[in-house]
């Protein structure tokens, strides 16, 4: 079975930086693509970010391209996302998941979760 446990939320001050990590158990992370997904109070879970299995193709939502990083580290199975230049409508609890793989030519995320889905972790962006 292919699980994850996500950490590294907390509250931050708009503008503030947090980096979030998804630790994967069951799996390789080069065996699988990986994805973060948020939900927002009253809101559905919605996907922000995706990697490629070989790690070279990675994608973003519009809301959040040029202030978030998807990066991993295979060895430590993590998946990590580094987010600056936070914003209150950041706030969420934020997931993440194994993919579908994808290659190096797709240009949108496969937003399907084939990993069961952890706990999260809560970002909280206010002054």
């Known amino acids: 079975q292919l699980h994850v446990v996500e950490s590294g939320g907390g509250l931050v001050q708009p503008g503030g930086s947090l980096r979030l990590s998804c630790t994967a158990s069951?799996?390789?992370?080069?065996?699988?693509?990986m994805a973060w997904f948020r939900q927002a109070p009253a809101k559905e879970r919605k996907g922000i970010s995706c990697?490629?299995?070989?790690?070279?193709?990675?994608l973003y939502e519009d809301d959040v391209k040029g202030r978030f990083t998807i990066s991993r580290d295979i060895a430590r199975k993590t998946v990590y996302l580094q987010m600056d230049d936070l914003r209150p409508d950041d706030t969420a609890v934020y997931y993440c998941?194994?993919?579908?793989?994808?290659?190096?030519?797709?240009?949108?995320?496969?937003?399907?979760?084939?990993?069961?889905w952890g706990l999260g972790t809560q970002v909280i962006v206010s002054s």
């Open positions: 998941a194994a993919v579908p793989k994808y290659g190096r030519t797709k240009t949108s995320c496969p937003w399907v979760a084939l990993s069961s």
């Open positions: 069951g799996f390789s992370l080069d065996a699988y693509s």
């Open positions: 990697i490629s299995h070989h790690g070279d193709n990675r």
